[in-house]
């Protein structure tokens, strides 16, 4: 049957988490790591199947060209007798029904070469390996070791190059790691679904940076790898996720988009920065960047600078870690954009669910309560050295704050601290400029840190409250699990008290304080955050405008009276219930009406 004969295919809707709003329509594009080897697998479109099979047969010429050179390498080496495996080895790819296999598994189950390497060799090696005899039996490691040859000659591709040009795809995947996310091509992806993750995981953090729809949760993964060839529409304002939508949806939906782009063309009409109250109260603005090639917005007169640089992401999609040199390559280049603006550079925060594929970490049983964030600093000095060196060599090109992540006691603190003085010591014994003064600041997002705050002040030179970790912990709920996403609340009365109590120590003494999680960007947050004493936002480049808008059109006073009646509700739906409705009153105020699922 030829795709034009193919039956439409009955339209399917499932539900998510939505953690990245906007709508999103395109092809599927799947992408899973393979089981048998560690290779990317995708579905491909039908377009792409024969410029895959003409991919896998230049692999397998390039393999038989490698078996020729290594077994002569090897004659020379171990004599003609023992280099015979390698003859082995080429007669298995030399014969047909091992490519015919691969070709019909690219054709059939329209996925890419490297999967369907892996599921022909898992196959055939498990058969042999189930054989009586010996000698049969080995034949299943010779098999794997002929399919690793094929795959490596494979290399490496770039997901989008499967897809149709031109067009923007709809990314499926079981778990999205910021390492890919990193690596995604932000032009051709019209939404992101995943299978786990909640609204704070990192991929959920980076579709929002990017400005994607995105729903998470969406347990559905291994029917959706086998739909070659689906259009999907994604609702990140309500985590709909529509499979083969029928024509008379698509257009609904094509409306739908359409709305949301004309509020974000209305919230852009007017000014947002610099960021001030409508009574003119100061409100820095500052934004969060993840990438190194991010580059600093232009025409954005009046932010801040960067409250936020997350630099594990320097660590990541690289072979070993990177040496100073390398680091303050990137971090000057960095304060090169930010101009005058300062920079908030926070230390490596990997662990937890941001791995780093070259540094593994024995299994911990909790993650999220072991070894991740400054815990690693702390006990591997080599690391934390490298990298504190080389923030304080980048101060002398710009405006440097160093920021802790994951700290739970002042006695941290103190030892990062003592490590800074030593290091600027030497730098300044050797003659390295450095700026006069770097400040060292501390984020709370550890109960403990948040409850000791007043201790904590007194070590740390400023703190930013880390939202997205604090709620982890607080409501004792993983930020990636979407089985218990329902508990991560932002807008939780006690989430808000410990936050209240944070802001308020802070500015008690006169010490910065500022919010860098995901409450920053949210709309909903803003009223009661103001009205706590929040004066620094530091958030996704892609919420400066809302937020912005709001604060301009709110007073001090009207903020502070919302803080204190939200903080007298009993449950998370009373807060959302009164600050969303005084959030869309005052947007209504300035000419922008949104409904509800806008907000979020
Ligand atoms: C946070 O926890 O709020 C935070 C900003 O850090 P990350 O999201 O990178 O853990
Ligand atoms: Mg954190």
Not at 47 to 55: C, F, G, T
Not at 275 to 291: F, K
Not at 555 to 563: N, P
Request: aromatic share 6%.
């Amino acid at each position: 049957m030829t795709e034009a004969e193919t039956p439409r295919r009955t339209e399917t809707v499932t539900n998510g988490i939505p953690v990245s709003t906007g709508v999103g329509i395109g092809p599927l594009f799947v992408f899973a790591e393979s089981f048998a080897f560690d290779a990317p697998a995708y579905c491909l479109m039908p377009e792409a199947i024969a410029p895959e099979v003409d991919r896998l047969k230049r692999a397998i010429v390039a393999a038989k060209d490698d078996l020729d050179h290594l077994r002569a390498e090897a004659a020379l080496k171990v004599g003609e007798q023992d280099a015979r495996i390698f003859l082995l080895h080429r007669q298995m790819l030399d014969d047909s029904s091992f490519q015919t296999q691969i070709e019909r598994a690219i054709r059939e189950d329209k996925i890419n070469a490297e999967a369907a390497v892996s599921a022909v060799v898992s196959r055939l090696s498990d058969a042999f390996a189930r054989l009586e005899d010996e000698i049969a039996r080995d034949r299943a490691t010779d098999i794997r070791d002929v399919g690793r040859l094929v795959m490596r000659n494979l290399g490496n591709r770039d997901p989008s190059t499967l897809v149709a040009p031109g067009e923007k795809y709809v990314l499926v995947t079981r778990e999205l790691f910021p390492s890919d996310a990193a690596n995604l091509d932000k032009d051709r992806l019209a939404a992101i679904v995943t299978e786990i993750g909640g609204k704070a995981s990192h991929a959920a953090i980076l579709a929002r940076a990017l400005g994607i729809p995105a729903v998470t949760g969406v347990n559905r993964f291994d029917d959706l790898a086998k739909r070659g060839g689906s259009t999907l529409i994604v609702d990140g304002r309500d985590g709909t996720v529509v499979i083969d939508p029928a024509p008379e949806t698509l257009e609904r939906y094509r409306k739908r988009g359409r709305a949301f782009d004309r509020i974000r063309e209305s919230l852009a009409a007017g000014p947002s920065l610099p960021g001030m109250t409508r009574d003119e109260v100061p409100v820095e603005l500052l934004i969060n960047v993840e990438n190194p090639g991010d580059v600093l917005p232009d025409r954005l007169d009046g932010l801040a600078g960067v409250g936020l640089y997350r630099t594990e992401f320097i660590y990541m999609n690289r072979p070993f870690f990177p040496s100073e040199d390398e680091q303050l390559a990137v971090y000057q280049q960095v304060l090169k954009r930010a101009g005058t603006r300062e920079v908030v550079f926070r230390t490596i925060d990997v662990g937890g669910d941001k791995p780093l594929p070259y540094f593994r970490v024995d299994r911990e049983d909790n993650p999220a309560l072991g070894w991740r964030g400054f815990r690693i600093s702390d006990q591997w000095p080599d690391l934390f050295i490298a990298q504190m060196r080389a923030l304080l060599r980048a101060s002398a090109y710009g405006n440097v704050k160093i920021m802790l992540p994951m700290v739970s006691t002042v006695e941290e603190v103190r030892r990062a601290q003592a490590i800074v003085q030593d290091l600027k010591s030497d730098l300044k014994r050797r003659g390295t400029p450095i700026a006069p003064k770097v400040q060292v600041g501390v984020m709370v997002e550890v109960p403990a840190a948040a409850i000791a705050i007043e201790s904590l002040l007194r070590e740390a030179d400023f703190v930013s409250i880390g939202s997205n970790d604090l709620i982890q912990y607080l409501m004792a709920v993983d930020r990636n699990n979407a089985r218990v996403a329902a508990l991560y609340q932002e807008l939780n009365p006690s989430v808000l008290k410990v936050i209240a109590n944070v802001i308020r120590a802070a500015n008690r003494v006169g010490k910065e304080v500022s919010l860098c999680g995901e409450m920053a960007g949210n709309f909903y947050c803003t009223l009661v955050l103001l009205g706590l004493g929040l004066r620094r936002f530091s958030m996704a480049r892609h919420y400066l405008t809302g937020v912005g808008r709001l604060l301009r059109a709110v007073s001090i006073d009207e903020a502070e009276a919302a803080a204190r009646r939200a903080l007298n509700f009993f449950t998370t739906g009373e807060v959302k219930a009164f600050l969303g409705a005084r959030t869309r009153d005052i947007f209504s105020s300035i000419g922008v009406a949104l409904d509800e699922s806008d907000l979020e």
